[in-house]
């Protein structure tokens, strides 16, 4: 039993996937939180996307945990929000969230 959903990272050298386990229906949510926690670090890649990722990991409940979530260069994991294979997106790009949700 999960609530699995995937959402791709998206910046300007490629993309990072983050899967969670369990929390999949607050994944767009989080998404949108993460990146705002990391506004102020918008332009530095390398912070603002550790600091999406720190976010994801904390609102999955895994931080400290060898379950619950995971990160991925390749999509291989299961989306249960109808994502193909990701139902998620945080553009560091555009710095905007989509999702099938919206």
């Known amino acids: 039993m999960g ?15 983050f899967y969670t386990h369990s929390t999949g229906f607050s994944l767009p949510n989080d998404a949108q939180q993460a990146l705002k926690v990391a506004e102020k670090r918008k332009g530095d890649d390398s912070y603002a996307l550790r600091i999406i990722v720190d976010q994801l990991i904390k609102s999955a409940y895994s931080r400290d945990s060898e379950v619950g979530s995971g990160l991925m260069f390749s999509p291989r994991a299961e989306d249960e929000y109808g994502g193909n294979p990701h139902s998620v997106v945080i553009d560091m790009v555009n710095w905007k969230v989509t999702s099938t949700d919206s």
């Open 3 to 17: 609530d699995r959903r995937m959402a791709e990272i998206r910046t300007e050298e490629g993309s990072l996937y």
